[in-house]
């Protein structure tokens, strides 16, 4: 399996993250991609190739030019209001708000996000693109006919919506692959999302439309981040009923003790919408020692997520998400690719 990846993804580099009440050094840090690519080299997955550059129009699928312009510009307006140091929101449109978008920079991060944990840096616009371009690059991959591609991204995406950011996602990097995918002649991609977290970025993107099917297993919502979306009851709306499907699962979830079993259940949906291409959005937060995370599944059930993964007999692109167990990160995360192999 051919494995995408730019080294480009070190500038974004945050010196903090808002969590638990403390500003503490971001989770999502550099050091994640340099395990993955180290493990995914260990194990001989496959070749490592460059990208090529990402198109502005092609991010355009999935972003509105509003808030490309606005990730693009960011962090100079934030220096030049408030010094350098990494940007992060402190005001929200909450309910009984306006949705205007403000002057100021910090109305206009409170505009654009959804939460406090996600700095933008000096190189987050360098950064984003970079892992949008392995994204796009991975998809074109398949487009020419590889059978799988694992595109190394970071940062992620799947959190990230049309015009917000958040839950250290700027680029909807999955969203951007079935753009590409759909542009080379795919006509049904599904999207299978196996974050720990919700992909409310990635749910939010397609809601409306039933060319694309997503489902995600996921830490139930009322338990846990992103808690707004990922409710089983979220099936799509108009064009897109039917093509949503969300499988929350309790804190404590392991393999047996329902993993495996919303696993199947997801794919047996995936199978039912006949898609001819399947797009993974996937982490590895899944992970018992993950330490923002609450599922317990240990390094040997990562293979029969691949396992299960490859039974759909698709072509497939992987696009890696979350996963902040830095020591054991890469293995889970290569341990998927060989269980797909396999
Ligand atoms: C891509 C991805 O996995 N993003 C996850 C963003 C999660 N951000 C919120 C984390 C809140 C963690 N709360 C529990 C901390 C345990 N000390
Ligand atoms: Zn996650």
């Avoid at 992060?88 to 991060?109: C, N």
């Avoid at 099917?213 to 830490?219: E, R, T, V």
Wanted: hydrophobic content about 40%.
């Amino acid at each position: 399996m051919k494995i995408v990846f730019s080294q480009d993804h070190k500038f974004q580099d945050g010196k903090s993250e808002l969590i638990d009440g403390q500003i503490q050094p971001p989770v999502e840090k550099p050091a994640r991609a340099e395990q993955i690519l180290s493990a995914v080299t260990e194990a001989r997955i496959g070749e490592v190739l460059a990208p090529a550059p990402v198109d502005r129009a092609l991010l355009q699928t999935v972003h509105t030019p509003a808030y490309l312009d606005f990730l693009e510009t960011a962090w100079d307006e934030w220096v030049a209001a408030h010094g350098d140091w990494d940007a992060l929101p402190l005001d929200w449109p909450a309910r009984t708000f306006t949705h205007r978008v403000p002057e100021a920079i910090d109305g206009k991060m409170g505009y654009y996000s959804f939460d406090a944990g996600t700095p933008i840096t000096s190189g987050t616009w360098r950064a984003v693109t970079a892992s949008a371009s392995v994204a796009a690059t991975g998809a074109t991959l398949v487009a020419d006919g590889e059978r799988a591609v694992f595109s190394l991204c970071r940062p992620p995406g799947h959190h990230a919506a049309a015009d917000v950011y958040g839950g250290y996602c700027f680029i909807n990097n999955a969203a951007v692959a079935v753009e590409a995918l759909r542009a080379r002649g795919f006509s049904r991609p599904a999207i299978i999302d196996v974050d720990y977290h919700h992909g409310n970025g990635t749910q939010a993107i397609f809601y409306g439309r039933g060319d694309v099917f997503f489902a995600s297993i996921h830490a139930d919502p009322r338990q846990e981040f992103p808690y707004f979306l990922g409710y089983a009851d979220e099936t799509g709306d108009g064009a897109g009923e039917g093509a949503n499907a969300n499988f929350p699962l309790r804190w404590g979830t392991g393999w047996k003790s329902g993993y495996e079993e919303a696993l199947e259940a997801a794919l047996d949906r995936i199978a039912a919408y006949g898609p001819d291409v399947l797009v993974v959005s996937l982490g590895a937060d899944t992970y018992h020692e993950d330490p923002i995370s609450q599922f317990t599944l240990d390094t040997d059930d990562f293979p029969r997520i691949g396992e299960h993964l490859k039974r759909a007999g698709l072509p497939t692109l992987f696009v890696m998400e979350g996963g902040y167990a830095i020591d054991a990160l890469g293995r889970n995360v290569a341990n998927v690719l060989s269980g797909f192999e396999g």
